[in-house]
């Protein structure tokens, strides 16, 4: 656990529906630039939030070489449902037009406290810039990371159904990782595959003691388990894989072998910051990942905000993400103010921190099952149903995004 200066005043009330009653930008005459990149969950919930403030006195530039944001929680399942795919991907063409954002379809090369570099060459001056480029996954299906296609939202949809496809027409599939992806994912394809009367023998391999022990209870994690087994999952426990050439895989610990048409491995996320270690290598921990401060700040920088799972603060938590729009739409507007009136770093008391909020965790097994998990108890009824059912797609509005006809 890194060592954290408290930046941020005990004494600041939390943040309210009133809080845009507490704090204008009166004396900002000029405009102020902010560069927000990445234009996933977190980097929209940003843009949202600050909207919410400036009073139209910020020029906001997206750099995102993708289209579209993609609601990353619904990737397991897009490639075996058509309405997921389509609705999991929202356009960022008339959502950036709404806001008033103009958005660069590229990527950074290289970042300083003032200026972006785009692959392009193009240089992107800022005053203040929030980092949002999320994680990558190592599987492409799962669509994290920079897209390896053209970063269209049509590229996006044929990349998940070609990997439905593939995926239903195999035998056999090995999934190895038994957090959320992987336990949700095995539970998808299992499931599918046999409403299609094509079963494919699935197996999870997992190096812990139980599922998804980093996020929920051990009790929780057992009913987990015993929904994938009903479905016919075959679960190993404490062992990890290595997958060889000839498309076998081998258990370490155990020395089996398992003969797999698909391998698909979801052990974890990948961070995207390696624009960021030239300049900001004192912010990165040990794995790569940015040490972001409870007000959203980058490690020892004033003018430099991360929100998102690229980030070490509320990391791999879309809803808290959405939680935390007026958050970090309110710190923005405090630094920009404190750099116009020329009075950097803003007095910490005028900052926000974060709200952690509560601890909510649903696992879906198959498109009929699942776990909802919180401090108090869990439920195998009403949020995973909801979650089969409309996979959460409500953030869309959170997000402020039109409604596509």
Known sequence: ????????????????????????????????????????????????????????????ILVDPKDHCEIFWAAYRSPFEDWVAKDSLASLGAWSKKHKVKHVRSYVV???????????????????CVVATGAADKSAMMGRGLPSGDGTRESRLKEMKEAGDRIMNSNSVAIVGGGFIGCELAGDISAYSKQRNQPVSVTLVHSGASLCHHEISQKASKMVQKKLEKLG????????????????????????????????YTTGLLPVNGFLEECFEASLNQQGWIETDDCFRMKGEANMFCIGDCSTLL??????YLNNMKVIGKNLIVTLDAIANGCMP???????????GLDVAVVTV?????????????????LPSLKNKTMFFHAKGQLEFPKER
């Not at 290289?110 to 203040?128: M, S």
């Not at 990391?315 to 808290?320: D, H, I, L, M, P």
């Not at 803003?346 to 952690?356: D, F, N, Q």
């Open 110 to 128: 290289k970042l300083t406290r003032r200026e972006a570099t785009l692959q392009n060459g193009e240089v992107i001056a800022f005053d203040v």
């Open 366 to 382: 198959g498109n009929k099952e699942g776990v909802a998990w919180t401090p108090v108890g869990h439920s195998q009824f009403l």
């Open 346 to 356: 803003p007095k910490e008391a005028r900052l926000v921190k974060a709200k952690e």
């Open 233 to 264: 999952v075959k679960v190993i426990l404490n062992d990890k894989a290595d997958k060889k050439p000839n498309g076998t895989v081998v258990l370490k610990h155990s020395g089996d072998t398992l003969v797999a048409d698909e391998v698909i």
């Open 1 to 60: 656990m890194r060592q954290e200066t408290e930046l941020c005043d005990d004494l600041i009330p939390k943040v309210t529906g009133a809080i845009d009653l507490l704090y204008d930008n009166e004396l900002r005459e000029e405009m102020s630039t902010v560069l927000v990149i990445g234009g996933g969950v977190g980097g929209c919930s940003a843009i949202v939030g600050l909207r919410k403030f400036d009073k139209g006195k910020t020029d906001i």
């Open 315 to 320: 990391a791999n938590a879309g809803n808290k």
